[in-house]
């Protein structure tokens, strides 16, 4: 199995959105509705900050949200702060209790 | 609470096999549905999933490295042993474990640098 498919980097402004795709297949993304995302800060483990495509655990800023159409996910943050800025990885359950991550994705607040 | 905690070397020789426990708490693994994942990531590069064991001893590998991996677990311990054999410079990584439910995991332990050099 590959690794999913994350832009390297993306940006914006503080109170701005930004929007990270991950792109897998029909037997990873698109055939289960188990894509999970992680926020990573440097030096730190993992964080989930979504799980199920779309929900979102207990403490975790309603601005995070998720989505999925057909073999790309999505991770949506909204009114971006400072604290935001950190590597995001998705993940996928890929049948037969098999997993997949992502390349992860660079956010910058500027 | 559920907390979570890598042990092992942390350098270990090419060729050697390399043996790292994850000690938890807060959860069995003897409950359906829950299990213990390891995940690996190289300085700098992107996560790897490598090896997850459930409540009822089923276990699973990354297919690229499955010949080369074991995952076992002492329940009377709390414990979760991760053996790789064969290990190259290329190995060198931070060594996560993981609970995992609802096929997600969640939370993680803090991680043990492992760096394969001779």
């Known amino acids: 199995q590959s690794a999913l498919t994350q832009p390297p980097s993306a940006s914006g402004s503080p109170g701005q959105s930004v929007t990270i795709s991950c792109t897998g297949t029909?037997?990873?993304?698109?055939?289960?509705?188990?894509v999970s995302w992680y926020q990573q800060h440097p030096g730190k483990a993992p964080k989930l900050m979504i799980y199920?495509?779309?929900k979102r655990p207990s403490g975790v800023p309603d601005r995070f949200s998720g989505s999925k159409s057909g073999n790309t996910a999505s991770l949506t943050v909204s009114g971006l702060q400072g604290e935001d800025e950190a590597d995001y990885y998705c993940s996928s359950y890929a049948g037969t209790n098999n997993y997949v991550f992502g390349t992860g994705t660079k956010v910058t607040v500027l | 609470q559920i907390t979570l905690k890598e042990s092992g070397p942390t350098l270990v020789k090419p060729t050697q096999t390399l043996t790292l426990t994850c000690t938890f708490s807060g959860f069995s693994l003897i409950t359906g549905g829950v299990a213990v994942g390891w995940i690996r990531q190289p300085p700098g590069k992107a996560l790897e999933w490598l090896a997850v064991i459930y409540g009822d001893d089923d276990k699973r590998y990354s297919p690229s490295l499955k010949s080369r991996l074991t995952i076992t677990k002492d329940t009377s311990k709390n414990q979760v042993v991760l053996t790789m054999t064969n290990m190259d410079p290329v190995d060198t990584a931070t060594y996560y474990c993981?609970?995992?439910?609802?096929?997600?995991?969640?939370?993680w332990g803090q991680g043990t640098l492992v760096t394969v050099s001779s």
């Open positions: 993981t609970h995992r439910l609802r096929r997600t995991f969640d939370p």
């Open positions: 029909s037997s990873d993304v698109g055939g289960y509705n188990y």
């Open positions: 199920e495509v779309s």
